[in-house]
């Protein structure tokens, strides 16, 4: 007879369709002053909204006549009227930023990443007032809420170039995160210097998302081609722990 020792499982409820109706949903954000207020980015450049939890949504009005993909969308922490939504399309003047300021009822193409595909945006908090971005020319910042904006990554470093995902520390601005179709790197003044953070990941990840938790910023998540990690590593104890064992 052996024993078979597995993690508790949790079931969890079967989910359920709730919308948006009209396109591919490829990125959720929460207002975090209205936590029951959230926006949903689209493909063929649709944008939509829900005051309950995402229990129904209704469209944003958003400029249509190119048709991208809103691959990234940010409400300001200090401001719940103002959006981001980053577009990402090739070969067209109409990428990159796009801000409005009277919740979704008109938008303006920020200056500085006009033309260029952008894939994320990750907003500081209230004190810190500064807003990154990842798209396929390196990490951009603003320090005005996403209305105009800087390149903060080497135009050289061609490994920092196709950013895929963008994370700010939410107690040090300087601190930031940028995930690749390569691998992650990290920057801890502000963008002047990068270094590849990629041991432990196995070689040529790409990168999707990063989530650094709010509660303890030294815990940091990435997702993967080759799975989810985390840093720093999970103590090995820890992996160990409520366990139940199956005879078999």
């Given amino acids: 007879m052996a024993a078979l020792c597995l993690p508790n499982l949790v079931v969890s409820a079967s989910w ?5 109706w009209g396109g591919s949903a490829t990125s959720i954000a929460v207002d975090s002053a ?4 959230l926006l949903a980015g689209a493909r063929n450049s649709l ?12 469209r944003v009005a958003f400029p249509r006549h190119f048709l991208g993909t809103v ?6 922490p200090s401001n719940s009227s103002f959006y981001l939504a980053g577009l990402s399309v090739d070969r067209s003047p109409y990428a990159g930023v796009w801000y409005s300021e009277d919740a979704g009822a008109n938008w303006k193409q920020a200056e500085g990443v006009a033309g260029i595909s952008v894939e994320a945006i990750a907003f500081g908090t209230k004190a810190q007032a500064k807003v990154v971005a990842a798209t396929r020319d390196g990490v951009w910042s603003s320090v005005n809420a996403g209305r105009t904006w800087q390149r903060i990554s080497a ?17 040090d601005a300087n601190v930031i995160y940028a ?13 002047k210097t990068w270094n590849s953070i990629h041991t432990g990941m196995i070689d040529d990840s790409d990168v999707f998302s990063i989530f650094i938790d709010p509660a303890r910023p030294r815990t940091v998540l990435a997702s993967a081609c080759s799975g989810i990690y985390r840093q720093p590593p999970r103590r090995q104890p820890d992996q160990f722990r409520n366990r139940s064992c199956i005879s078999t």
């Fill in 71 to 76: 691959a990234t969308v940010a409400i300001d």
């Fill in 155 to 171: 135009p050289w470093n061609h490994e920092l170039r196709g950013v895929t995902a963008v994370a700010m520390d939410p107690v």
């Fill in 34 to 37: 209205q936590p029951r207020t």
């Fill in 47 to 58: 944008l939509f909204r829900s005051t309950n939890g995402g229990t129904s949504w209704s």
């Fill in 16 to 20: 359920q369709s709730s919308g948006p």
């Fill in 179 to 191: 995930g690749t179709t390569h691998l992650p790197w990290k920057t801890t003044d502000g963008g």
